[in-house]
């Protein structure tokens, strides 16, 4: 059975700095392609951080450069966003979703996800 679980979520003030984490089981996790995704209410789903399954690779959304950071943990099977710098713009709900993919990562679609957890609540006050 897989499962994917979000969690470190919260309530943080702007430029303050978070880390969320996204642990994972039912499926061999060194296979997937992983990312982090956010929506933010009344928008669509956006990628905003992935990493190929060898953590070789890795995109950000143009938002997020140089503030975010994805990392991801095989002994733990659990994928990481460390997030510095908090703008009220990064309230969001994010996601972690997986693709079973060994390419190398240049894009984070949605679409192209097939495992996703619940998601983790962001938000961000001035």
């Known amino acids: 059975q897989v499962q994917v679980v979000e969690s470190g979520g919260g309530l943080v003030q702007a430029a303050g700095s978070l880390t969320l984490s996204c642990t994972t089981s039912?499926?061999?996790?060194?296979?997937?392609?992983m990312g982090w995704f956010r929506q933010a209410p009344g928008k669509e789903r956006e990628g905003v951080a992935c990493?190929?399954?060898?953590?070789?690779?890795?995109y950000y959304a143009d938002s997020v450069k140089g503030r975010f950071t994805i990392g991801r943990d095989y002994a733990r099977n659990t994928l990481s966003l460390q997030i510095n710098g908090l703008k009220i713009e990064d309230t969001a709900m994010y996601y972690c979703?997986?693709?079973?993919?060994?390419?190398?990562?240049?894009?984070?679609?949605?679409?192209?996800?097939?495992?996703w957890g619940q998601g983790t609540q962001v938000t961000v006050s001035s």
């Open positions: 990493i190929s399954w060898t953590g070789g690779s890795t």
């Open positions: 979703g997986a693709l079973k993919s060994r390419a190398v990562v240049r894009t984070c679609s949605v679409r192209d996800y097939t495992f």
């Open positions: 039912g499926f061999t996790f060194d296979d997937y392609t």
